[in-house]
């Protein structure tokens, strides 16, 4: 706050001369205030900025107590209004000033140098080291007294030899300083005014809890506003806040329901779904849920989605869909890790569903099958284990078991009992040809796979056997239902050496078939016999320079073509 040039001016006179004063002895200073007018004085002081007789007092007697003083400026140039006196230079009052001049240099004198006063006490000539400024702050006990009688000693004037005149440029050179306002003199409240507001990080802080407030309390007005079922449907196609609770009756609901499947939107038909589920009776709403085929496909959608499968099993029954509550049941029963829990479910599942309906009996049966196979598994795999574990047969130490036999098909148990048990008799679970009973395999079937196992452990013998058929005569021959080009590709695939391949690919009926098969599986006998047969000797001997000299097979070719007996082509 900025104080006024006069009254500061009168206030330093008056500081210097009650400064004066204290030369006197405590007695008489004693005496001169309890003599004083302004002590005697009646009339409280007012804080209005009339001039009363209380101040009339105090300037006469700071003019008598100046003119002691050694200062050429001890009369008044500005008057107690204000205003400059008649022989003195006008200039105007100075409210404010920059800061950048407040916090300046070190007081200085109209020549620049150090401004000296003169101590009313000791006489002595001293520098003056109090701020050279015009502004003064005021503390919070000056501002309960009135502006006159609020002046300090840090904030008085720099004592100096300065005219009237240089006092008006000083002023004016502040007055320079103060922003352009409208009119001659800046107010405080242009002063004020001037400074751009800008909300600071609370006050927007502030802002943006009071617009969360206002949306809650919108939020919170508009759940306890029943809308219309459109509009409850498009809030929630928009992905906003909804509210079905003030849907209360069955109309209410039904009607929602409605909107939400004329909207063709997955999400509010399921959500209309649910709520008349969860508000409504059983009964209601299944008659409801029936009338209504887009309802039942979202609501069937969202069980399998949420695995309710004993709520989807109920609907599908309902509904009269048996074969998928068949199918969904049978797979609920495959699920089941371990096998006897499987047989179980699987038990229950053909009793409940495939059993009582005719209209899926085609799938019964390959249930019922699944059921045999699983019932045949269990002991075989708790007999192979203990024996596997006591190690007394000889099959499973020499070949010890790779896997279970547990939960897999038939032809793969089929497999697993050719290569483990494959002599057994028909009355044991494990027999092969009781496995194909059973199950209705085909000769095809077991042939194939008898002999791709009975090959992989280099039985011959059994492999042999599985070909030799009895005739009419009693007399034995060799007969593959798969045909033996299929047999000796079984056992090329198998690893079985050119010898056992040749004993089979003999037996084929097609020579070109049977020249071509040699060829590829190196059975060089079967090769050159073929050749001798069909007298292609030119043939013979491409073929022999093929051939690694001096071996078995390069001497058998060799003897062929030197047989005189054989009737070439030309």
């Known amino acids: 706050m900025c104080v006024d040039v006069s009254d500061h001016r009168w206030r330093y006179n008056f500081k210097m001369a009650l400064s004066a004063r204290n030369k006197l002895s405590v007695d008489e200073d004693e005496s001169y205030w309890n003599t004083s007018q302004i002590s005697q004085s009646t009339k409280k002081f007012n804080f209005d900025d009339d001039v009363h007789e209380e101040w009339d007092t105090a300037k006469r007697f700071s003019k008598s107590a100046m003119k002691d003083l050694p200062f050429e400026e001890h009369e008044d140039v500005i008057n107690w209004d204000g205003s400059a006196t008649s022989d003195a230079v ?30 009313v006490l000791t006489g002595k000539m001293e520098a003056d080291t109090r701020p050279s400024t015009t502004c003064i702050t ?13 002046h300090s000693r840090s904030a008085s004037l720099t004592l100096g030899k300065t005219s009237d005149s240089d006092l008006s440029s ?34 927007i802080a502030k802002l943006e809890s009071e617009v969360n407030f206002l949306r809650r309390a919108h939020a919170r007005q508009d759940r306890w506003t029943k809308l219309e079922p459109k509009e409850t449907v498009k809030q929630i196609i928009k992905g906003e806040i909804y509210s079905l609770e003030l849907y209360k009756s069955k109309e209410d609901k039904v009607a929602f329901l409605d909107a939400a499947i004329e909207s063709h939107d997955g999400n509010a038909i399921t959500a209309a779904v649910l709520y008349l589920r969860n508000t409504v009776k059983k009964s209601i709403f299944n008659q409801e849920l ?7 496909s979202h609501y069937l959608q969202y069980l399998k989605l949420h695995y309710d499968f004993s709520e989807l099993l109920d609907m599908l029954g309902m509904l009269g869909r048996n074969e998928e ?43 019922k099958q699944q059921i045999e196979l699983l019932e045949r598994q269990l002991p075989i795999e708790k007999s192979d284990k203990q024996m596997e574990l006591e190690g007394r047969t000889r099959i499973f130490k020499e070949h010890p078991r790779k896997a279970s036999v547990l939960d897999t ?38 042939m194939w796979v008898a002999l791709s196992a009975r090959s992989r452990i280099r ?39 050119p010898d056992a391949i040749s004993k089979y690919l003999r037996l084929v009926d097609d020579s070109d078939k049977k020249l071509e098969l040699g060829k590829k599986y190196k059975c060089h006998e079967v090769v050159i016999d073929t050749l001798v047969a069909n007298r292609e000797k030119g043939e013979l001997q491409a073929y022999q320079q093929k051939l690694v000299p001096h071996t078995v097979e390069f001497y ?9 007996s054989i009737k070439w082509k030309s």
């Not at 002023?171 to 001037?194: A, K």
């Not at 029936?290 to 039942?296: H, L, N, Q």
């Not at 148990?413 to 027999?431: I, K, M, P, R, V």
């Open 459 to 497: 039985d011959w013998k059994g492999i042999e056997a599985l070909f030799t058929t009895k005739n009419w005569y009693g007399g034995t021959k060799m007969k593959a239902v798969i045909g033996f080009e299929k047999v000796a590709e079984v056992l090329h695939k198998t690893g079985a050496p």
């Open 170 to 203: 000083s002023l004016r050179n502040h007055q320079t300083s103060v922003p352009n306002f409208t009119g001659s003199q800046p107010g405080i409240d242009d002063i004020v005014h001037h400074k751009k507001t800008q909300q600071t990080a609370t006050e």
């Open 138 to 150: 005021h503390s919070k006990e000056h501002d309960r007294k009135p502006l006159a009688m609020t």
């Open 409 to 446: 098909s038939v032809i793969t148990t089929l497999y697993y009992c050719c290569f483990y048990h494959y002599d057994l008799s028909e009355n044991s679970l494990a027999c092969p040809s009781a496995i194909c009973k059973k199950h209705g395999l085909t000769d095809k079937q077991f």
């Open 290 to 296: 029936m009338e209504r085929a887009v309802a039942v």
């Open 325 to 367: 509550a068949a199918i969904l049941k049978y797979k609920q029963s495959v699920a089941a890790t371990n096998p006897e829990v499987k047989l179980r479910n699987l038990q229950t599942c053909y009793r409940t569903h495939f059993e009582t309906d005719s209209s899926i009996s085609h799938d019964a049966g390959h249930v």
């Open 556 to 564: 058998y070719a060799a003897d062929a073509l030197r047989n005189s």
């Open 90 to 119: 006008a200039f105007k009052s100075a409210r404010y000033r920059p800061p950048a001049e407040v916090a300046g240099s070190a007081p200085t004198g109209r020549q620049g140098g150090d401004l000296k006063a003169k101590n």
